[in-house]
C-alpha cells in the first residue's frame, strides 16, 4: 500500500474518470506496483482498459478530468495514465490515449510495462492484468531494452545540456542499470536495486549517492558547479557503459 495521500488520489482518480470512459480495468506498475513507490518522488504509473476506444468528446472530457484533478491534488501532475481498448492490447507497438506530463498524447505501452503489469501490476478497479492483458516474451522484452538504449539513449548522450537537469541523470542511470540486469538475467529490478547495480557497473559513487539522497533523503539544494560536475560525470560513464551493455547482449 502507498501512503495516505497517495490512496486518497487514486480513489479520487477513479471516481473523476469512471463517469468519463467506460472503464473496464485499472492497473498500477512501476514503483506504485513494485513496492519503491516514494511519494512526491516517483511517478504513479497507471493504466487504464476501456470497453472501446474514446470517442472525440469522451478525450476532451478525460483531459478536463485530469486537469482539475490536478489543479485539486497537486500530487497529480505526476499521474500518468495510458488508456487501451480491450480489442487493441495484442500489441506492443500499438500507440493509445495517455496522459502524461500533465497533457494528453499517444504513446505504446512499452513490453517493460507489459512485464511488470504480469509480475506485479496492482489492481485498483476490475479484473487483474493476467485475465485481460497478453504477457510478452523474452524476445520481447530483451529487443524493446536493446531499442531504448540503442535508439533513445545512446543519442540523449549527443545533448549534454539535458544532463544538467535532475530527471536525465536520474533517469538515464536507472535506466541503463535496469536493462543491464534485464539483458543478463531477464529480471526487472527496482530504482533502489538499480542503485546498487551501479555501484557494480563502475558508475561515479557520488552521482549513485546524489540520486539516492534525491530519491530517499533529504539532498537539499545542489550548487551549479555541483550540477555542472555531475552532468560530465553522469556523461562520461554512460556512454562507455550503455556500448558495453549493447555489446556483451550481442555475444
Known amino acids: 500500500m502507498a501512503d495516505q495521500v497517495t490512496e486518497q488520489l487514486l480513489d479520487r482518480f477513479l471516481t473523476t474518470v469512471r463517469p468519463v470512459v467506460p472503464l473496464v480495468s485499472v492497473w498500477a506498475h512501476g514503483s506504485l506496483g513494485g513496492g519503491d513507490y516514494q511519494q512526491g ?3 504513479l504509473d497507471l493504466i487504464a482498459v476501456l470497453e472501446r476506444p474514446c ?3 469522451e478525450e476532451r472530457q478525460l483531459g478536463e478530468a485530469h486537469e482539475s484533478l490536478g489543479r485539486a491534488v497537486p500530487l497529480a501532475a505526476r499521474l ?3 488508456y487501451l481498448a480491450a480489442a487493441e492490447l495484442d500489441d506492443p507497438e500499438r500507440s493509445h490515449l495517455t496522459w502524461a506530463f500533465e497533457e494528453l498524447m499517444s504513446r505504446p505501452v512499452t513490453a517493460v510495462t507489459r512485464r511488470e503489469l504480469h509480475l506485479f501490476g ?5 479484473p487483474p492484468p493476467t485475465r485481460l492483458l497478453p504477457p510478452v516474451t523474452d524476445e520481447q522484452l530483451a529487443d524493446f531494452v536493446v531499442r531504448d538504449l540503442a535508439g533513445f539513449w545512446r543519442p540523449a548522450l549527443d545533448h549534454p545540456e539535458r544532463f544538467t537537469r535532475d530527471i536525465w541523470v ?3 542511470l536507472l535506466t541503463l542499470a535496469r536493462a543491464a540486469t534485464t539483458l543478463r538475467s531477464g529480471r526487472l529490478i527496482t530504482k533502489g536495486e538499480a542503485l546498487d547495480v551501479l555501484t557494480e557497473l563502475g558508475a561515479p559513487a557520488e552521482v549513485v549517492a546524489d540520486i539516492r539522497r534525491r530519491r530517499y533523503g533529504d539532498p537539499g539544494p545542489a550548487t551549479d558547479q ?3 560536475r555531475r552532468a560530465e560525470l553522469a556523461l562520461a560513464f554512460l556512454g562507455p557503459a550503455i556500448e558495453r551493455t549493447l555489446t556483451a547482449h550481442r555475444a
Open 41 to 43: 518522488r516517483s511517478d
Open 55 to 57: 470517442t472525440a468528446a
Open 80 to 82: 500518468h495514465c495510458g
Open 122 to 126: 496492482r489492481v485498483l478497479y476490475g
Open 170 to 172: 536520474d533517469s538515464g
Open 226 to 228: 555541483w550540477i555542472t
